[in-house]
T-cell receptor, first 115, second 111 residues
Framework: DAGVTQSPTHLIKTRGQQVTLRCSPK?????VSWYQQALGQGPQFIFQ???????QRGNFPDRFSGHQFPNYSSELNVNALLLGDSALYLC???FGTGGPGDIQYFGAGTRLSVL | DAKTTQPPSMDCAEGRAANLPCNHS???????VYWYRQIHSQGPQYIIH???NNETNEMDSLIITEDRKSSTLILPHATLRDTAVYYC????????????FGKGTRLSVIA
């Protein structure tokens, strides 16, 4: 049973460019959450997708957008990249039930470097 | 902001028990305590969660005080592979709420 998979593993972009990160959830999961982790910090919640809709959003600008596909996989798009967007981007999947046993499982992340 | 307070770092000798404390004095009645571990350059891994009773999985134990204002994650026999950052998180049980991470505790297991 494959866990949460993310691609690519590493990415280098320049300021002003756009980037798309991809995530395939754990088998049977229908909810995908995205987190940003700056160096030395804990992950910060960006947004969550369920039934192809953005269900919740953290304190991130509109440059960060996403999408969820019918097969529950998801993309994170970041436009007009800034140096401060350099971080590890983590995808987590879970069931949509929302109960205490609804555990979020994380992928290994995509390391984005903006030059 | 995270609702938990953890020491920034701890050391533990290999084979000894590692006791990782967490304060969550403002925890609400409908919030559970979750623990995750993050090994360098990997995604966080779920360890265990609980409401008010002590919980145990195959490897670790979670002890929650009776007033629920603090908890301790216990790794009974720490190994070098347990070297990681450990995050304690409180989370409401209703809705698919996101995880709010603090800076966690960096545990170093020493041979």
């Amino acid at each position: 049973d494959a866990g949460v998979t993310q691609s690519p593993t590493h990415l280098i972009k320049t300021r002003g460019q756009q980037v798309t990160l991809r995530c395939s959830p754990k088998s049977g999961h229908d909810t995908v959450s995205w987190y940003q982790q700056a160096l030395g910090q804990g992950p910060q919640f960006i947004f969550q997708y369920y039934e192809e809709e953005e269900r919740q959003r953290g304190n991130f600008p509109d440059r960060f957008s996403g999408h969820q596909f019918p097969n529950y996989s998801s993309e994170l798009n970041v436009n007009a990249l800034l140096l401060g967007d350099s971080a590890l981007y983590l995808c987590a999947s879970s069931f949509g039930t929302g109960g205490p046993g609804d555990i979020q499982y994380f992928g290994a992340g995509t390391r984005l470097s903006v030059l | 902001d995270a609702k938990t307070t953890q020491p920034p770092s701890m050391d533990c000798a290999e084979g000894r028990a590692a006791n990782l404390p967490c304060n969550h004095s403002t925890i609400s009645g409908n919030e559970y305590v979750y623990w995750y571990r993050q090994i360098h350059s990997q995604g966080p891994q779920y360890i265990i969660h609980g409401l008010k009773n002590n919980e145990t999985n195959e490897m670790d134990s979670l002890i929650i005080t009776e007033d629920r204002k603090s908890s301790t994650l216990i790794l009974p026999h720490a190994t070098l592979r347990d070297t990681a950052v450990y995050y304690c998180i409180v989370r409401v049980t209703s809705g698919n709420t996101p995880l709010v991470f603090g800076k966690g505790t960096r545990l170093s297991v020493i041979a």
